[in-house]
């Protein structure tokens, strides 16, 4: 069964450095979600991507975060000056339609 | 606004008890969609249901119940004759269509531990 993948499943960095996350989407999907999980907290939305463009974003997605589908398979979130409070799971989901959505398996972001 | 409430923080049953999580939700949206969601130890997000805001038929699979009303904005999930698999992180979360965009809002999740 096809499933999102994301890489790499950890990712350790240094406060103030760039820092991309890639996500692998199921190949027939057109809705592109990024959410982010700090520890011991709820789930949050950051981003939502349709049509090669951004159709939602939260108030946590500021200047410091982007995301890019680089080459019609790959869906990436950059985040350009890490904080210590960047420190989370970042979750990439896919969907055929806005009402389904499929969950990768999430990268665990530290900053130091 | 949107919102959604997960009332338990932390639920800790014995094996073989029958557990029912709570989730209270909050939309403007006529058109909607309620999902269950487990995130075990591991880390990664199971999806367990979804259902749309004009089918209020109850569902059930296995040992999975899902109750859904929309008189009191409720959407429960019952487990029963839990297991200590069944331990995990169980998020609520909320689809309104008037985003047009997917966008979940989720409920701050109830812990459950199943003792053995």
């Known amino acids: 069964e096809p499933e999102v993948t994301q890489t790499p499943s950890h990712q350790v960095t240094q406060m103030g450095q760039e820092v991309i996350l890639r996500c692998v989407p199921i190949?027939?999907?057109?809705?592109f979600y990024w959410y982010r999980q700090i520890l011991g907290q709820k789930v949050e939305f950051l981003v939502s991507f349709y049509n090669n463009e951004i159709s939602e974003k939260s108030e946590i997605f500021d200047d410091q975060f982007s995301v890019e589908r680089p080459d019609g398979s790959n869906f990436t979130l950059k985040i350009r000056s890490t904080k210590l409070e960047d420190s989370a799971m970042y979750f990439c989901?896919?969907?055929?339609?806005?009402?389904?959505?499929?969950f990768g398996p999430g990268t665990r972001l530290t900053v130091l | 606004a949107q919102k959604v409430t997960q009332a338990q923080t932390e639920i800790s049953v014995v094996e073989k008890e029958d557990v029912t999580l709570d989730c209270v939700y909050e939309t403007r949206d006529t058109t909607y969609y309620l999902f269950w969601y487990k995130q075990p130890p591991s880390g990664e997000l199971v999806f367990l249901i979804r259902?749309?805001?004009?089918?209020?038929q109850n569902e059930i699979s296995g040992r999975y119940s899902w109750n859904f009303q929309k008189s009191t904005s409720s959407f429960n999930f019952t487990i029963t004759a839990s297991q200590v698999v069944d331990s995990a992180v169980y998020f609520c979360a909320l689809s309104g269509v008037s985003s047009n965009t997917g966008k979940l809002i989720f409920g701050q999740g109830t812990t459950l531990q199943v003792k053995p």
């Open positions: 259902r749309n805001s004009f089918d209020e």
């Open positions: 190949s027939n999907h057109l809705y």
């Open positions: 989901a896919s969907g055929t339609a806005p009402d389904t959505q499929y």
